[in-house]
């Protein structure tokens, strides 16, 4: 699912951990985890127990400024 504050509310709200993938097009070790990591039996698995997110940090923008500052 795509970031956004309206689904980490509802996360928070159904009291679900969040798990937030900040990837981008040119880091090659997202598209490894995209390809390898994700899809592996065990991971998937574990998966079901978050609200997996998905944020966009091929570009710069303001909100990724703020999400590094809220999450470091």
């Not at 991971?43 to 940090?57: E, G, H, I, R």
């Amino acid at each position: 699912v795509e970031y956004s504050e309206d689904a980490l509310a509802q996360a928070q709200a159904e009291g679900k951990p969040v798990l937030i993938d900040f990837w981008a097009d040119w880091c090659a070790a997202c598209h490894e985890m995209i390809e390898h990591t994700f899809p592996h039996p065990r991971v998937s698995a574990l998966a079901t127990q978050f609200v997996m997110l998905k944020f966009d940090a091929t570009n710069e923008s303001e909100k990724l400024k703020e999400l590094r500052s809220k999450y470091g």
